[in-house]
């Protein structure tokens, strides 16, 4: 009978924008994130600006979406779901606590850059964020909980965002490699795995989501972005080992998997160059050091031409990743012919699965999905593996103080035992962190009632709350996983 490794990291994942709040404590600069509105599955999130002296708003997550000359601000009529989140800055021990006694081995968190860099630029560090951090590793090795680190959660200092256009100037590599260096050096001896960008490849699955108004500009702008963000991301990984040879650095990719949606050899084919995009172009970049041969394919469809040195080259050559790890929520179809009934997931759109259930949100839940993903990702790089985010966003009720999760309960389930078959076919995966293991702001909606933890957080979508942590009947259930090793799922 198939089993979890012995020393199998079973947790739970965050990213500092939607948990810590503090935006503005502890010398903290302001990031992207702190100048985003509260959206809703119908309504979108809109960064706000000034331009030439007006206030102005435009739909969408990163910088790049501003026009010319706009200067982000924040607005006393508007609400900032991230400014306060769920206060993890103020609760870091309480919730670390709650995360030992379920026994987490290992916790993914991530850092504020701008937390550490105020504006990007500075020449020393902000000793306070810094000392933040170490506080905050130091409470995890108190419980024996490894930090998994993420360097850049999308959230980059509003500053450097501006200056560059959002990855749309070479300058950014060197402010981020700075960066992550300065965390080599801070943390050695504190952190052993480290991942560079958090889905490194929304940047191209965005797109999707312009639909038809995509222009080769944007196209452009897209892979340039990755582009440098690839060179970033390889030498922080040979910075990291040479700071430390025992750091294990993953690259972090949106777990993107899609079917044909019909036989029509035309829809295998489409859902072919589908996977090739969403999930081969940024692996193999950062798994295998170079662009694949079809890279050439998604460039030429949109006159790409990118801004790639020779030094580059060496670089992504020589600043592969150690291990492979992504996110994984739900999955898609891929058809040339009409679609009759679309569906929304995470970077996913398209023509809904009549195999699957879809959540409130309209995400499918598909744990085979996941053993997929992992088989052909296991056979294509032969890297340990780890999926660091998973998980069901709900709304959850408290009654008489208690909530009956057994919805997640139930879809979290499904993914271990998808992911217990592919161990048993062969493939090494070392851990499991679900997505907001404490309720956390949604990253897509902005709302706090998209909730996926194992801990209640009373704060509700306008920002009202107690802030007060109640452990879900899911709390009680993965405590029970982590004990038995994966072996007792039950209710
Ligand atoms: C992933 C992100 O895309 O999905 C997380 O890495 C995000 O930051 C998660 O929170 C779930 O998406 P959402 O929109 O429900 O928060």
């Known amino acids: ?30 990031s992207v994130t702190d100048i985003t509105t509260a959206g809703s599955l119908t309504k979108p999130r809109y960064l706000t600006y000034t331009l030439d002296g007006k206030k102005g708003k435009v739909a969408g997550m990163f910088a790049s979406s501003f026009p010319t000359g706009a200067k982000g601000k924040i607005f006393p009529d508007e609400y900032y779901p991230n400014h306060k989140a769920v206060d993890f800055y103020h609760h870091y021990k309480e919730d670390i606590k709650l995360f030992a006694e379920m026994g987490f081995k290992v916790y993914r968190m991530s850092i504020a850059w701008s937390r550490i860099f105020p504006n990007g630029e500075e020449a020393e560090p902000n000793k306070e964020g810094i000392e933040f951090y170490r506080n905050v590793f130091k409470e995890l090795r108190k419980y024996n909980i490894e930090p998994l680190v993420t360097i850049s959660h999308y959230e980059d200092p509003l500053y450097l965002a501006q200056k560059y256009h959002d990855w749309q100037d070479r300058r950014m ?15 050695k001896g504190l952190v052993k795995y480290w991942l560079t960008f958090n889905e490194i490849n929304s940047t191209i699955a965005f797109l999707e989501f312009m639909g038809n ?3 080769d500009e944007d196209v452009q702008k897209a892979y340039q972005k990755l582009h440098y963000q690839f060179v970033a991301s390889a030498r922080a990984v040979k910075a990291a080992h040479a700071i430390d040879p025992e750091y294990v650095v993953g690259c972090m990719i949106a777990g993107s998997v899609s079917y044909p949606g019909t036989p029509d050899p035309k829809d295998i084919l489409e859902n072919r160059h589908a996977w090739e995009k969403n999930a081969f172009y940024c692996g193999d970049v950062q798994c295998k050091g170079e662009y694949p041969t079809f890279a050439h ?10 801004d790639i040195t020779e030094q580059d080259r060496k670089d992504l050559k020589e600043g592969t990743v150690d291990m492979y790890t992504f996110s994984y929520y739900s999955t898609s179809l891929v058809t040339t012919h009409k679609i009759d009934e679309k569906m929304k997931g995470n970077f996913t759109s398209g023509q809904k699965n009549p195999y699957l259930k879809y959540s409130q949100w309209g995400w499918s839940t598909d744990p085979t999905g996941l053993q997929y993903y992992l088989e052909v990702i296991y056979d294509r790089y032969h890297l340990p593996i780890m999926v660091v985010e998973n998980g ?6 408290v009654e008489d103080g208690a909530i009956h999760d057994h919805y997640r309960i139930d879809y979290l389930r499904q993914h271990i035992e998808a992911m217990k078959k592919a161990i048993g076919n062969g493939v090494d995966l070392r851990g499991y962190t679900t997505w907001g293991c404490i309720d956390l702001i949604s990253a897509g909606t902005g709302q706090m009632s998209k909730r996926y ?17 109640i452990p879900k009947d899911s709390f009680y259930w993965y405590k029970k996983v982590i004990d038995t090793n994966g ?4 209710e």
């Open 297 to 306: 394919r998604l460039w030429n469809e949109h006159n790409v031409k990118l």
């Open 453 to 469: 933890g194992f801990i209640y957080v009373d704060r509700d979508d306008s920002g009202e709350g107690s802030l007060k942590r």
């Open 487 to 490: 072996e007792d799922l039950g």
């Open 392 to 397: 069901l966003g709900a709304v959850d009720k």
């Open 173 to 187: 590599i060197g402010d981020y490699v700075r960066y992550a260096t300065t965390l080599f050096k801070e943390y």
């Open 1 to 30: 009978m198939t089993e979890f490794p012995k020393n199998f990291l079973w947790g739970g994942a965050t990213a500092a924008n939607q948990v810590e709040g503090g935006y503005n404590e502890g010398g903290k600069g302001l």
């Open 213 to 215: 108004n995509i222009t």
